[in-house]
């Protein structure tokens, strides 16, 4: 049997709902932790325009699996923070592309710090190989959605 068959519908439907507290409790910290100033859609923009960038509005519409103007929306609001800003395509290309600014990084950078440090909280008491298996099974997970939706997502080095 390989693996994941098998796996009774009781197991799926507790990790469904571990999922959607996963969600929840992610989304209810962002929200609520003090410090923070990004919105949740400018923080997934930025950390995906900080690792491939230029990007036109269609590349980023179709990484975030977003109807266009609802990215187009997103965009000019970040640009009137000055989060983002348009260039013109090094390759050559008609469209408009859009690459992070060092205002709209040093916010990203300072979000994503308190956000690792309220992540730090959490897992605080675990010990340092139930950490490294929980991250590896995240990855695993998302990986695995990524690959079922063909929408790869890069990551750090």
Known sequence: MADGEGAGV????????????LSRHSLMARTHRK??????????????????SPMSLRQLAEA??????????QVRS????NLVEGVIDPEGGAARKFVA???????????????TEGVGKVVGSWKSAE?????QLLDKFNRSVENLEDNEWPRPD
Do not use: K
Not at 35 to 52: F, P
Not at 131 to 135: E, G, H, I
């Open 101 to 115: 600014t060092e205002h709209g990084l040093e916010l990203l950078r300072e979000d994503r710090r308190l956000s």
């Open 35 to 52: 410090g923070q100033v990004l919105e949740r859609s400018a923080y997934i923009l930025l950390s995906r325009l900080q690792l491939e």
């Open 64 to 73: 975030l699996r977003l109807d266009i103007s609802t990215i187009n929306r």
């Open 10 to 21: 009781d197991s799926l439907t507790a990790l469904e709902y571990e999922l959607m507290l």
């Open 131 to 135: 950490l490294s298996q929980f991250r």
């Open 78 to 81: 970040m640009a009137r923070q």
